[in-house]
């Protein structure tokens, strides 16, 4: 068996020839394995959706119940059969419910990671690194200039901003899913107690948080009846970036704008968005992560997708990888 007959790519996304499934499809598809819930790996309208409880469960308060015709939870490590193939979920590290997916037939294992990030994250389950022949490794930060540094030290930055500018309302956008809870979980694991205001975008995802074990500590609507919900004693709001852009941030008063994002590495970015303090928090492998993984997977072959695909694809060249771009489409850095 050569690693195209089991898995290669579609226009719809990863496609498995031998298993007749495919891999976070970007169109509706008769049966389509998730890595995680992030809306442009995990799409409403398939036949069939096999991926993590907390994966499941999130489509499921994103798109409602009947997001799919069938669905079926995996357990990481468990081993599932799929007309021959065989396949297992494992930790991603990015957000709660992220896998990695591997898919194995006659002795030939490739390991799809989905996203994936190596830092420590109170909000999900650690990367677990799995053997492999081919490794499928996304690459959104995937140039030696992005170096992350440690979350728990961005979110110090916010802390003392806000003992700083206690009058300035510090209003933080971070993607719903996953970058929210774990800035809100860095910020409680610092000693900030206080309620945090939250958008209404955000309240169901950190209620699931909640229930899965991640702690955020009390959360306050951010707006009653469409007016900035005054408390006296915080003065953070957390919300999606997509907010930011239209007038809801202005009814705060004095806004300072936040931004935790792995993009926020990128001045000229966050001066494009008017962040006035930007955070380097990122749910992607920074480039030395990528390239430690790469090995660790002990994988001969490396397939590069979303993101910059060159860079990485150099790098395995010219460490013996044998590796090729995939050119998947459809895959933003939406989560990022
Ligand atoms: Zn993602």
């Not at 036949?47 to 994103?62: K, S």
């Not at 990367?127 to 540094?149: N, Q, R």
């Not at 992560?289 to 397939?303: D, F, H, N, P, S």
Request: glycine share 10%; hydrophobic share 45%.
């Amino acid at each position: 068996m050569q690693p195209h007959d089991l898995l290669c790519p579609r226009p719809e996304g990863l496609y498995s020839p031998a298993g007749d499934f495919f891999v976070d499809p970007v169109r509706p598809v008769a049966r389509a394995l998730v890595t995680h819930g992030h809306a442009d790996h995990a799409r409403a309208g398939h036949g069939a959706v096999l991926a993590t409880r907390q994966t499941l469960d999130i489509m499921a308060l994103r798109y409602g119940e009947g997001f799919a015709g069938t669905v079926q939870a995996a357990g990481y490590g468990e081993r599932i059969d799929l007309g021959g193939v065989r396949v297992s979920f494992h930790p991603a590290g990015h957000v709660l419910g992220s896998a990695q997916i591997a898919v194995e037939a006659n002795g030939l294992r490739i390991v799809a990671s989905g996203d994936y990030k190596r830092a420590a994250d109170p909000t999900c389950a650690a990367f677990e690194p799995v053997a492999c022949d081919v490794f499928i490794t996304e690459a959104t930060f995937a140039l030696p200039v992005f170096v992350h540094p440690p979350a728990a030290d961005e979110t110090a930055r916010l802390i003392a901003s806000l003992a700083q500018f206690p009058e300035r309302t510090h209003i933080v956008g971070a993607y719903a899913l996953g970058k929210a809870q774990r800035v809100i979980r860095l910020m409680r694991e610092a000693g900030h107690d206080a309620p945090i205001r939250i958008h209404g975008a955000l309240e169901k995802l950190c209620a699931y948080y909640e229930t899965q074990g991640v702690t955020l500590g009390p959360l306050v609507p951010a707006t009653l009846d469409g007016k900035a919900r005054a408390t006296a004693e915080d003065g953070v709001v957390v919300g999606p970036p997509a907010a930011f852009a239209d007038r809801w941030s202005r009814r705060f008063a004095d806004p300072l704008t936040v931004f935790a994002s792995g993009w926020m590495r990128v001045r000229q970015r966050a001066r494009q968005r008017g962040v006035e303090l930007p955070l380097i928090v990122s749910d992607h492998a920074d480039w030395p992560e990528l390239t430690a993984t790469i090995r660790e997977t002990g994988a001969a072959e490396v397939w590069v997708t979303h993101g910059r695909e060159e860079a990485l694809v150099r790098w395995c060249e010219l460490n013996g990888i044998r590796a090729r771009p995939l050119h998947l489409v459809g895959y933003e850095d939406e989560a990022e």
